[in-house]
């Protein structure tokens, strides 16, 4: 919520109501369905501490918590935000779907179910868009194309070894912080709001990257974080010489230090690892990612 703030800020965007605390009650629905489908399947004294209070109440949550939750988001869709927020939004749900049943399910025997499931809504929407025929028949035979090969090839089994979680989070939390000035600026030309998706992207990645190394244990915290961290940096160095060279607008500049500074700080967490457990590395590396958000938002 901060970082859209931050980018409305940046881009002189109004925020309209109901945009930050829409994305923020979609965020946390999506959270708890993920932490939630963690521990279906799982024995529980194999599970983290804040993964057991997900199991001790998952009905509640499921049965109470949820449904009231997604009550309010559909309110705030329906009557509060526009109409265009509430497109650009829709288009991602089909992603964060795939996002939970990829990620969040252990059960291989029900991820094959869910994916079916998913695939047989998927071709019933696609059909009922007011669409060509031929359009139509096409579009369903390549989706369904795809899901019969995935999963004969049983692609969806080993999903996390070549497109890890924390790169698909991180991209579903970028999407989701820049689609209010996505919307404004539809069709304009010029790279900016893809670099502008990037870097957050890239900020957003090295910060659960790091948590994730960290919590498998920080005297062998994973080299592929301290990769991401090292690959964000060089490509937001790279950006700011984009900007005095005309490549990007000047308007660029903040966010990229901004970013930039987030990223340093990551790194600079990492090399202190050691002297922090990880529930307390988890809370530092929050703060570093959020600081530079408040930064922006409350500079004159």
Not at 41 to 57: A, D, Q
Not at 136 to 153: C, D, E, K, N, V
Not at 245 to 252: D, K
């Amino acid at each position: 919520m901060l970082w859209l703030a931050a980018l409305a800020r940046l881009n002189d965007f109004t925020l309209m109501p109901g945009v930050l605390s829409g994305l923020g009650l979609a965020v946390w629905l999506i959270y708890l369905a993920d932490r939630v489908m963690d521990t279906l399947g799982v024995p529980v004294e194999t599970l983290s501490i804040r993964h057991r209070f997900y199991h001790r109440h998952r009905w509640p949550i499921l049965l109470r918590v949820m449904p009231v939750g997604l009550g309010m988001l559909v309110w705030i869709s329906l009557w509060v935000i526009p109409a265009g927020l509430l497109a650009h939004s829709l288009a991602q749900v089909i992603p964060i779907a795939i996002y939970l049943v990829l990620y969040s399910i252990t059960s291989l025997t029900m991820r094959r179910w869910m994916l079916q499931a998913g695939v047989l809504l998927v071709l019933l929407f696609v059909n009922a868009l007011p669409l060509s025929l031929g359009l139509r028949i096409t579009i369903s035979m390549l989706i369904a194309s795809g899901s019969a090969l995935m999963l004969t090839l049983r692609w969806h089994e080993n999903i996390g070894q070549f497109f890890r979680k924390e790169l698909a989070a991180g991209l579903l939390f970028a999407f989701g912080c820049t689609t209010w000035t996505r919307l404004h600026t539809l069709g304009a030309e010029g790279p900016e709001n893809w670099v502008e998706l990037i870097l957050l992207a890239m900020l957003f990645v090295s910060n659960l990257a790091l948590i994730t190394a960290q919590e498998e244990g920080p005297s062998t915290a994973s080299p592929s974080a301290r990769g991401t961290v090292i690959s964000a940096l060089v490509i937001t160095l790279l950006t700011l010489a984009a900007i005095p060279q005309g490549y990007l607008s000047a308007t660029m500049l903040p966010l990229t230090l901004a970013v930039g500074a987030g990223l340093i700080g990551l790194e600079l967490l990492r090399q202190n690892r050691h002297r922090l457990s990880p529930e307390g590395f988890r809370v530092f590396a929050d703060i570093i990612v959020t600081l530079p958000a408040i930064i922006l938002v409350v500079q004159p």
